[in-house]
């Protein structure tokens, strides 16, 4: 594959401009219009896993929040915003946390421990390996038990959504808002529901 450039990219951009354009003169002036997407994807941030491309939706029709391992922590004030936004706000229907096998951040939890700023955000996945050691060591394979746990990071991040204040305050006001859990293969480029969605927890 041929090295990218910067200006491969802003060429990239000019073509995929003017290919709207051609297939809908009014695309870009519909865009401006009022964002009213009903779902809020918070993934992670590989590259392979691109949200809006791989379930099908347009640009507008999908609120996006991605970082490393697709994680809401408790205290985070960035992810926070970004859930308060789209419920408060964008009023979504539909909350959906999607991690992936293969998922770098959730091996290097396990295993590497990097440090600085990383490896405080992987503390997240930590505790949730930790959490679940047992059940995780019993398997004999390492992909598998990398696997699991992009699965049980996955439920924990649910979890984590369904405690947030503004979720809560949702729920309290009977607004339409259910949260979900998915899995994304890389190796066939399927998603997989892996948590019933939750609409209200007591």
């Known amino acids: 594959m041929a090295q990218l450039t910067i200006q491969r990219l802003l060429e990239n951009n000019r073509s995929w401009s003017a290919s709207r354009r051609q297939t809908n003169p009014a695309f870009f002036e519909q865009l401006c219009g009022l964002q009213k ?96 050691r047992v059940e995780i060591d019993r398997l004999a394979n390492p992909q598998a038990r990398v696997r699991h746990l992009c699965e049980l990071n996955v439920l924990a991040q649910v979890r984590s959504v369904t405690q947030a204040t503004s979720v809560r305050a949702a729920w309290k006001r009977n607004q339409a808002l259910s949260i979900h859990g998915w899995i994304y293969d890389l190796q066939d480029g399927l998603l997989e529901e892996i948590s019933p969605p939750v609409s209200a927890v007591a």
């Open 37 to 132: 997407p009903e779902f809020l994807w918070i993934g992670c941030a590989d590259s392979r896993v691109p949200a809006n491309e791989i379930v099908g939706l347009q640009p507008g029709e999908l609120f996006v929040h991605r970082n490393i391992a697709n994680v809401m922590p408790p205290g985070d004030a960035n992810s926070l915003s970004v859930l308060q936004y789209a419920v408060d706000v964008l009023n979504v229907r539909h909350v959906i946390v999607c991690g992936h096998y293969g998922c770098g951040g959730v091996a290097a939890a396990m295993e590497d421990h990097p440090s600085g700023a990383l490896g405080h955000w992987l503390d997240n996945i930590e505790r949730v390996y930790e959490a679940n």
